[in-house]
């Protein structure tokens, strides 16, 4: 019985193993690895069928992630070395990846292909740019900006969204009485840095080097900041929250300003019953400043096919799928002849997301919170944590900043 | 025996051991000696490798507060699982006592281990939320508390949030075990027992705990590993936040390795994680007077 | 022996269940009614009750062939398990050479963490050439250590004389596990395959890791899928998390009665 049993096992193993894929054979293949975004999936079929005509032979592997198991997965197959030909990645996790010498440097392609550089908007490519090598090309492109409860700014005796730090968290502190708060932000990969930048902070020095951020302005606005949340002029989402909580509650209507990017916009409409083009207000926040989230277009250096990834960028990202991708997924491309018609569209079609996209292209030039450091994720953990600790009360504005400091200079050094 | 068969005989052993070992060894050594070796390393996946010594373990000890942040949060939870252990056995000893319908409690209890640690996690994050949960609810309805707590946002609940989940994921599993050592337990020894005069607190102290031993070890063990698992449950829950109030050690690995990609220091981590897991089992064998103690003894 | 009142101790087994099944209800009733999402104050009964998320999981992925795709693994899982595990039990029951070191080998690998063993774990499937079959996701749970002590700590249990019996037959140590051992022990059997389920079931890291395919996924896998892209959580989230969770449930309430024998034997002999 148990010989038989035996057999039985060897002959599943068997069947399993046989039923093992065989490796590519003679077919070319190139992969592209897309983050979170599996409603797209018809349109980035008609993208491979588009780069299929121009290379019939080549087959185009599509694989999506969302954004924590993003980075297992990409992170497994560098050890691999089966990294995917073509990668798609959000805000700054692409930093360290260039700094070790693992994505493709763009420059070549883009001089080879003149009308691509313009193609793409120069204030923009800058983003992607590290030790004078291009590293990606704009997706889909983001940064923040204010949204605002014109009711609730009403109810406060208020007339128009702030236009400096002090007022900032004045009017939040005039909204935010009983259950409502004055203001919120998102604070995921930086996103909260224009409330230092209106304050003049710098994060680091110009070479790079050193934590630059530990001055008494910044302790000031730490504090006031810290102060304000403990009063409930701030929502502690704002510290707390990630992506839902912050905007579940701007949607709840009691939140009287937030500073989030477009996404942001389209997540709390669907759920906000009260937004309307009467009742949220736009604006830069004070001082014009904000954090881009954008996505860019890579090439990983492991890739066999380098010439074949950058053809399929460049299909993914022309006039005809940018387009659509914007009108789709409702967002600017970075392309401004692209943008352009994708702003016409939403003007017609839908003012109030016309009016939210509009300013993600404004004011370009005083994006923040985009620096270009290997060790951007490292650095930001250890920034943010440690400011949280003082925005939720725990720690003196000071302590936390200087505390902050050390830590950042040990890694900048190590 | 002659030698010739005590050779086979050996053979035969080595050879019914070997599908096993050889699955530890791929999955489990190996890949424990390729973070040893790592651990020694400065890498990154695209540059090659330089010998560094203790410089991680350095950065480790001596200079980062999350480490030992994630260490104390990890003693912690560790420590809650004799609370679990406990209730279980509470749990086991109700069931125990002759009832009818005993099958159906021990199913109903039962039913939360299978459930996957990520739908745990999810679960439980929507019960303890502030505005909609479930839980701030009752409180409310009670009178207990004004307004809803945030807890896995409160520096003191996070935690104790977190491990209550924990609890409930794996009580069900803790009192089938401890169930079972409970029924094996000769009813005759206390009946012997109160014939000669002992209540039911002696007789509870003397019989059922030493004999249950066995059972209450594997449980400790068991909840080690489990420990591993709630992975899930608190990357799903608090992401080892606020400001690290949640972070285990385990957790602290996976971000170092994949989300702010130090694998090596990752490597480091892990080691001192074996070595930490590997101490606290030797202390919990000494104090449950052990399986592993009569394992060797059976040799 | 006095009698107690069993009433008392129903009432603590009746909160006790209740506070166990209470979350549990609270999906099943969302997921059937889409209350609670968005509602607020709760309510304790469903209204409106629709199959919609059930529907939705089942056609927004490709359920059925995740579902192969699990089964299989863990069929695999399971029955590996099963024979590797009572061969080294077995193994373990006999007096050789070296053995104290093999215990003391499987109790400190009983102490590594899976989720620090991922990439060495994946460049070893690729060398096998196993990435994204189900041999290779089923792979590294086909022997667990918990379940070869329980093997061995039934096998203890076996009365010598009939282990001596048999030797004196002629019998070889094969023929010993199959015929002697394992028929007396379905109860650790049991033990094994609930657990064995159980673990391969609800994996989902190593399935994230070594799968690339979309076709070769496992159910766990699906579960962010349910993650909206938003990040929000729909109501057809909780129905896949009942769907899930039936067959665990399943095969624990058909060896239920064998898996507490299993764990009896288990536990009390060490």
Known sequence: MKLVRLVVLGAVLMAAVAGCPETAAAQQKISVLTWNIPVYKEKIEGWIADFRKIHPDVQVEWLDKKGPEWGPFYQTQLVAGTAPDVIDVQGGLWLEYAANNGLVDLGPFLARDPEVKDYYNPRILPSWNYEGKQYMVPFYISKTLLFYNKTMLKEAGLTRPPQSFEELVDFARQMGKGEKSGFMTLNFDWLYWPLFAMNGVELLSPDGKKAAFNTPSAAKALDTLAKATADGAVNKVSWTGRWVEPNDAFASGTVGMYQAHAPAFFYVRGSGKWISADTLGVAQMPGGFATPNSHGFGISKSSKRPDLAWDFIKVATNEKWGYTFGTTLRNLTGAPRVDTRILEYFQKEDPLAYSVLKTQVENLDKLVGNWRQAKDAQIKEAFYTEIQAALLGRKPAAQALAEAERKVNRILQR | MNVARRWRRQGVIWLLLAPSLAIFFLYRIVPLGWNAVLSVQKWSPLRPAEFAGLYHYEEMLLHDDVFWTSLGNTLVYMASAPIGIALALALALLVNAGLRGRTVYRAIIFVSYPLMTVAVGIIWRWLYDEKLGLINYVLIRLGLVERGIAFLDSFTWAMPAVIVAAIWQIVGFFMIIVLAGLQSIPPNLYEAAAIDGADRGQRFARITVPLLRPSLFLCLVLGIINSFTSFDLIYVMTRGGPNYATELLITYIYRAAFVLSQLDYAAALTVVLFVLLLAVTWAANRATGGEAGAVEAAE | ?270
């Not at chain 3, 460049?123 to 196993?130: D, F, W």
């Not at chain 3, 002697?180 to 890791?209: D, E, K, Q, Y």
């Open chain 3, 1 to 270: 022996m006095r009698r107690t009142p069993t009433w008392p101790i129903h009432l603590v087994l009746l909160v006790v269940s209740a506070a166990m099944v209470t979350p549990l209800y609270w999906v099943l009733k969302t997921s059937i009614t889409g209350d609670n999402i968005f509602a607020y104050p709760p309510a304790l009964f469903p209204r409106h009750v629709h199959l919609y998320y059930y529907v939705d999981v089942w056609y927004y992925i490709p359920f059925v062939r995740f579902l192969v795709n699990s089964t299989l693994v863990s069929l695999i899982v399971v029955v590996g398990n099963v024979v590797f595990n009572a061969m080294a039990g077995y193994a373990l029951t006999l007096a050789f050479r070296g053995k104290r070191a093999v215990v003391l080998l499987l109790l400190s690998c009983m102490m590594i963490p899976f989720q620090a063993t991922i990439i060495p774990a994946y460049l070893i499937t690729k060398e096998l050439r196993l990435l994204n079959t189900h041999l290779g996701l089923a792979l590294p749970l086909c022997s667990t250590i918990v379940c070869i002590f329980v093997f061995k700590a039934a096998f203890d249990a076996v009365p010598r004389s009939l282990i001596d019996a048999a030797r004196i037959d002629g019998l070889g140590d094969l023929r010993i596990l199959a015929r002697i051992m394992l028929p007396l022990s379905t109860a650790a059997v049991a033990t094994n395959v609930i657990l064995a389920f159980i673990w391969s079931w609800n994996n989902f890291l190593w399935p994230l890791i070594v799968v690339r395919n979309q076709e070769m996924q496992t159910l766990p896998l699906a579960l962010s899928t349910f993650l909206s892209y938003l990040e929000n959580t729909t109501g057809a989230l909780y129905a896949f998390c009942i769907m899930v969770l039936i067959p665990g449930v399943l095969v624990f309430a058909l060896a239920q009665k064998q898996f507490v024998e299993g764990l009896t034997s288990g536990a009390t002999k060490g």
